[in-house]
């Protein structure tokens, strides 16, 4: 779909975060986008409300549990990163360059 493309491309955001601002889920705007189901007036309007007036307001908190939920599962990876490299250490793999 050009108009979430368009306004993915103007404002610099994520599908998930333009789907955050129309209230939708981000699987839905990816459905729309790749024609897989039909766009309903309510979104269609605000998509073209975003085209013409820009993007409202995203709450400050929405963002800042997505930062938080995101920290934390880089903080597993590397978790788990350090747990394989003890194991290997143990097992007396080689380690991964």
Do not use: F, W
């Not at 209230?23 to 039909?38: H, Q, R, T």
């Not at 599962?73 to 590397?78: F, H, K, M, T």
Request: aromatic content about 4%.
């Amino acid at each position: 779909m050009k108009r979430i493309d368009k306004i993915i491309q103007t404002y610099g955001i994520t599908k998930l975060e333009l789907a955050k601002c129309l209230g939708v889920s981000s699987n839905y705007i990816y459905m729309l986008n790749s024609g897989a189901k039909p766009i309903t007036d309510k979104v269609s309007a605000q998509l073209d409300n975003i085209i013409k007036n820009g993007l409202p307001h995203i709450e400050s908190n929405d963002i800042s549990d997505d930062k938080k939920t995101l920290q934390t599962i880089l903080q597993r990876l590397d978790d788990m990163e350090l747990d394989i490299k003890l194991i290997k250490r143990h097992l007396l793999l080689p380690p991964d360059e």
